[in-house]
């Protein structure tokens, strides 16, 4: 028996399959927004029915794109990122882009590597998530002219667009938790002091909390980290050694909140019945962690997925009513937290 020869499936295949023009086709591939959803699904349909691949070195030719979006991430084994790329990804793979990622341990030499090679790959857009973006980066930002999009972060002057929850208010009401529990005397595992982004606004909320509820501030109880497990263990233990003796802690990350209720055990006290925790983030690891830490939970996917839309957008020239989002976070309470007698 004769060999069956497989001939190349062509987008004129898939136009005729889903009933519709060749240049709709090509429409519905191009992401153009002009073409209906109805209409879009009819050819995404008949592309995955035919099993359809589209030539992507001569699609980028023809449309001065490569279809590639580079990420830029502080440390990918942190727990708070990866839910973040998740939600980038899924969306890229909805609007057919390939990402490439680049880790850059907060070292701006690695930053300033990777954004070079995002610019010799040509790329398309960027999202860059981050803590704080120096100077050098927002530099390159302005040399590559192609769109970028922060996550979790904002540049200093508002410049970039931008997807992140509102620190302060965030800090704002799990403090103010603590206090409706009854707790007067809480401290504070910071992040960094300098940094605009976290660190500073959730200080700012900390310390509005208390004020509010006719508590005095102390600037004693307000310890400086740096997210990280061990920066919690270590701040917590200095606030026992200290003889402060707070009702409760509040950490500016859930990695921090795992780090100090780990100290707060091994020094043979009881979570919450002596020392209550309230994190930051709402990773898995205080959900897990016993008793499960109390936290502000961000929308980590969510924030990933909406940028990424975004950044679409920025990428075909579409309309744009708003550029800096602002998401929702949500106070979750769970087993580290107790009301006073």
Do not use: W
Not at 33 to 45: D, F, G, I, K, Y
Not at 227 to 234: A, R
Not at 271 to 278: A, G, L, R, Y
Request: proline share 3%; with cysteine; aromatic share 8%.
């Amino acid at each position: 028996m004769k060999g069956r020869i497989m001939r190349n499936i062509s987008l004129k295949d898939v136009a005729k399959l889903a009933g519709v023009g060749l240049g709709t086709a090509s429409r519905v591939l191009n992401n153009n927004p002009s073409v209906t959803e109805e209409t879009r699904n009819l050819v995404l349909n008949a592309m995955k029915e035919l099993n359809y691949q589209p030539n992507a070195i001569a699609r980028s030719l023809k449309m001065k794109s490569t279809m590639t979006v580079g990420i830029l991430i502080p440390d990918i084994s942190s727990a708070f990122y990866p839910e973040i790329v998740r939600g980038i990804e899924d969306v890229a793979n909805i609007y057919q882009y390939n990402i490439i990622l680049c880790n850059t341990d907060l070292d701006y030499e690695k930053e300033k590597i990777a954004l070079n090679m995002f610019y010799e790959k040509k790329v398309d857009g960027v999202l860059f998530i981050s803590n704080t973006i120096c100077k050098d980066t927002m530099k390159k930002f302005e040399e590559m002219n192609i769109p970028v999009v922060l996550i979790a972060t904002k540049d200093e002057n508002n410049i970039l667009s931008s997807v992140t929850i509102d620190n302060e208010q965030a800090s704002y009401d799990a403090v103010s938790y603590l206090c409706k529990l009854g707790h007067k005397k809480i401290a504070m595992i910071a992040g960094k002091f300098d940094d605009p982004n976290s660190g500073t606004p959730r200080i700012m909320g900390y310390k509005r909390a208390l004020i509010n509820n006719n508590i005095e501030v102390d600037e004693k109880l307000i310890y400086e980290g740096n997210y990280g497990y061990k920066s919690g263990y270590k701040n917590m233990k200095s606030i026992l050694n200290g003889g402060q003796e707070p009702t409760a802690v509040f950490c500016a990350s859930d990695l921090m909140a795992v780090g100090a209720s780990k100290a707060i055990l091994e020094s043979g006290l009881k979570i919450p019945e002596d020392i209550s925790v309230m994190g930051f983030d709402g990773v898995e690891a205080a959900e897990f962690f016993y008793p499960s830490i109390s936290t502000v939970r961000q929308p980590r996917y969510e924030m990933g997925a909406v940028a990424m839309r975004l950044l679409t957008k920025f990428m075909n020239k579409e309309d744009v009513e708003e550029k800096n989002m602002v998401v929702s976070y949500k106070l979750v309470e769970n087993e580290s937290c107790r009301r006073l007698e």
